[in-house]
């Protein structure tokens, strides 16, 4: 039987095509339902083990996914939703059967509206069958002869457990690929970048998926069986608990502003009524606090994290700190029997919710490892970098970096802007030299569409 199940889910691997809906699977990720659809415009494949587009529901997520990370969505749907929970994964399912629901509805009008009109079609094709076969000898085969595109190939699924007919439809509003959104203002020079866009460009956005991808080298993220507490639900905080949820842990969290923790209640998180309430009752706490004022007061001050600390407990402190600071809350930790390791992390609130943060810590070797399945959850690479202070040192240098970086990007648009040079231009140039990175990429467009909400505070650089 096992077997049989076994040659089965080959066999529908192996027929996938454009159109199929089904189970993707992108590096640590949990599988998630979308669709196989056509790449943009001269976006190649990568290279390697065959793989397909996939457009996800629920998401603005697309991704080339290799062949031995798709399951047919329809044979391994009962599978997958005993096995993966969450609001998210649930409203990504609902929107899969509710786009069936309407192809379905749609295949059946269609229909209907066949039978009325295939006596009348047969009589017209008796008619015209013999002028066509004489007349048509040179030139343009017409149309009905050519190969149809493949995204609208009428046919029956390849799934045997789908019952039902359907067509694809290239104007599908679950399918239109970010990637191709311009925004276009008055008097720019979009027209003239689409223009000058180039392959390129194209695989270059490929590729950073795929480097996402290869990241994740522990694949699908097993759960520690540890509790985990989190403190902080800032604009960090936030995607690093979504993560560590969507992942399978057991998290509890807390927040100086009760709201914040809501929606994170609502998929299943447990709530503590102060810092203190966390630590005692959790294994492993974490926070991400906005500066080092605000990290010590969270330690020493009334139902801080220091009163639920007792020997074992351990306490992971991933705000940005001076040195100084986190080796103070180090000492006041240890002292209590705590294990104490300083993790800061480098990105932003985009990465944040992606979870594709970069980890630096030091401390507790042993705490380190103990987080391992949370750092894989929330980030695509984690360092060990020795003895508290280490990290904290390090993440200052890289935010120094970044911010010096966006001061001159900023300064080098305005002065565009002052000598009448395009900004768009500017990008597309700046893009196809040794500066291009997905960093410059978002910030730019940001400065484009006049976006100017802050992904990390100014006042978080400075330390």
Known sequence: MAAATTAATATATASLRVGDLVWGKLGRYPPWPGKIVNPPKDLKKPRGKKCFFVKFFGTEDHAWIKVDQLKSYHLHKEEMIKFTKGKRFQQAVDA??????????????????????????????????????????????????????????KRWDAN???????????????????????????????????????TAEEEAESTSIQAADSTATNGNVIPTDKRIGFLGLGLMGSGIVANLLKMGHIVTVWNRTGEKCDPF???????????????????ITLS?????????????????????????KCYVDMSTLDPETSTEISQVITSRGGRYLEAPVSGNRQLSENGMLVILAAGDKALFDDCSSCFQAMGKKSFYLGEVGNASKMMLIVNMILGSFMASVAEGFTLAKIVSQSQDVLLYILSQGPLACAFLDQKCQSILQGSFKPDFLLKHIQK
């Open 265 to 283: 209640l609502q998929e299943g998180a447990g709530l503590g009524r102060t810092p203190a309430e966390v630590v005692s009752t959790c294994d």
């Open 96 to 153: 899969v059967e509710e786009f069936i629901k309407s192809k379905v509805s749609a295949l059946t009008s269609s229909e209907e509206k066949n039978k009325h009109i295939s006596s009348e079609d047969k009589r017209h094709n008796s008619s015209t069958d013999t002028y066509e076969h004489n007349t048509r000898k040179r030139g343009r085969p017409p149309k009905e002869d050519s190969l149809p595109e493949p995204s609208t190939v």
């Open 288 to 312: 991400c606090i906005s500066d080092p004022k605000a990290a010590k007061d969270l330690v020493l001050g009334p139902s801080g994290v220091l009163q639920g600390i007792r020997p074992g």
């Open 160 to 198: 045997p457990i789908a019952a039902y007919k359907w067509k694809l439809v290239k104007d599908d509003p679950h399918f239109h690929h970010f990637l191709l959104s311009q925004s276009e203002k008055p008097g720019s020079c979009s027209a003239i970048i689409q223009k000058l866009k180039t």
